[in-house]
Every structure is written in structure tokens, then in C-alpha cells.
């Protein structure tokens, strides 16, 4: 499995924007499908957004289309999270998730970052 490691959490306030990033080692990853999660207490981890393994299909889950975005530098085995026009609903902690195609389960996941929204 390829190792994920999240960064770039914080505070900020409603209407602020920050850029998450998930660094991946132990096994190449650039064929891989990478996607974010998010997870508050009491819910069920929901999908935010994917991204294919060239960069060329993306997804995003209703509630942050037109605000977030998602990319990926192969080279880097980075992947982004651009996250604008926050809202205080948007608090969770941020988990990035990898699979070995479109067709298989996400089977790793990263340990996730803190992103709260507050005024």
C-alpha cells in the first residue's frame, strides 16, 4: 500500500481559503485514483472530491463544487486540495485516500488534517 501523510490544516475564518496537501511514499502512485474525504464526529466519512490518475477526470461532491478544487503533481506524488470561499460547515478533518483504479475499493488512507472554520 502507498503510504499518505496530510498537511496544511489551520483555522480560518468563513469565507478564507486553504490548499491541503497529501504526500505519497512507499510504492510509486501515479497510476493510482486519488480522492479527499472529510470526517466531523457522529457523521459517516463523506467523498469531498477525486481525481483520476492523469489529472483528467475530476469529481466533487455538490456541496463544494465552484469552491474546491482538486490536483495533483505526479512528480511530486502530491496531491491538492484548494479549498475557497470556506464556510463553518465545511469544519471536518481531511482524509486523503488512494486506490488502484476506478473499479477498486480505497484502500489507503491517510491519518487526515484538522480544517476549522470559525469567526
Known amino acids: 500500500q502507498v503510504q499518505l501523510v496530510e498537511s496544511g490544516g489551520g483555522m480560518v475564518q468563513p469565507g478564507g481559503s486553504l490548499r491541503l496537501f497529501c504526500a505519497a511514499s512507499g510504492r510509486t502512485f501515479n497510476r493510482d485514483v486519488m480522492a479527499w474525504f472529510r470526517q466531523t464526529p457522529g457523521k459517516e466519512r463523506e467523498f469531498v472530491a477525486g481525481i483520476s490518475w492523469d489529472g483528467l477526470f475530476k469529481s466533487y461532491a455538490d456541496f463544494v463544487k465552484g469552491r474546491f478544487t482538486i490536483s495533483r503533481d505526479n512528480a511530486k506524488n502530491t496531491v491538492y486540495l484548494q479549498m475557497n470561499s470556506l464556510k463553518p460547515e465545511d469544519t471536518a478533518v481531511y482524509i486523503c485516500?488512494?486506490?488502484?483504479?476506478?473499479?477498486?475499493?480505497?484502500?489507503?488512507w491517510g491519518q487526515g488534517t484538522q480544517v476549522t472554520v470559525s469567526s
Open positions: 485516500a488512494a486506490k488502484l483504479s476506478p473499479s477498486t475499493q480505497f484502500a489507503s
